[in-house]
């Protein structure tokens, strides 16, 4: 329903991504990647406070806001990016350097040891407008299979 909109506020605007140290919240902002199937990604440094938040705990949410006051929060699982074939996981990194040049500000390029990529097992969704008249959610039922992917295709969210 409201598909365009999300996928355009979380590729054109900074997140906040939110996780757990211990009993402590901690939020900072995170610039996502969105591939061609409108899956989540995340990039950061190997050695940060953060990776070890998400290894310990890997339930997370993430917040945008546009410029026009809509909000969009996204709840999830995050999972490391790692495939059998390391061609595979090369040839995504440079793809992410070529999409996001911003990241050559924290990295010296896609065979930098220290980039850490997560995607991001999103279970909820919600959409409010900035008049706060409409407010869509998908909860996507995670115990059946906690792995599902959440996408979207044509136009429309997915699961995969």
């Excluded at 591939?35 to 290894?55: A, M, P, Q, Y």
């Excluded at 090369?90 to 040049?101: D, G, Q, S």
Aim: hydrophobic share 35%; with cysteine; glycine share 4%.
């Amino acid at each position: 329903m409201y598909e365009k909109e999300v996928l355009d506020i979380v590729r054109n605007n900074k997140g906040f991504l939110a996780t757990l140290d211990g009993e402590q919240p901690r939020v900072r902002p995170m610039k996502p990647y969105v591939c061609e199937h409108g899956r989540i990604w995340l990039f950061s440094r190997l050695l940060t406070k953060k990776v070890d938040e998400i290894h310990n705990h890997d339930r997370v949410e993430i917040c945008f806001v546009s410029d026009e006051q809509e909000v969009v929060r996204i709840s999830g699982r995050l999972d490391i990016y790692n495939s059998m074939d390391p061609a595979k996981v090369t040839e995504f990194k440079e793809k992410m350097f070529r999409e996001m040049p911003d990241m050559s500000h924290y990295f010296t390029g896609p065979g930098d040891p220290n980039v850490v990529i997560y995607q991001l097992h999103v279970y909820h969704v919600q959409y409010t407008t900035k008049d706060c008249d409409v407010s869509t959610q998908i909860n996507i039922h995670t115990e059946d299979d906690p792995d599902i992917l959440f996408g979207v295709n044509d136009g429309r969210f997915t699961l995969s």
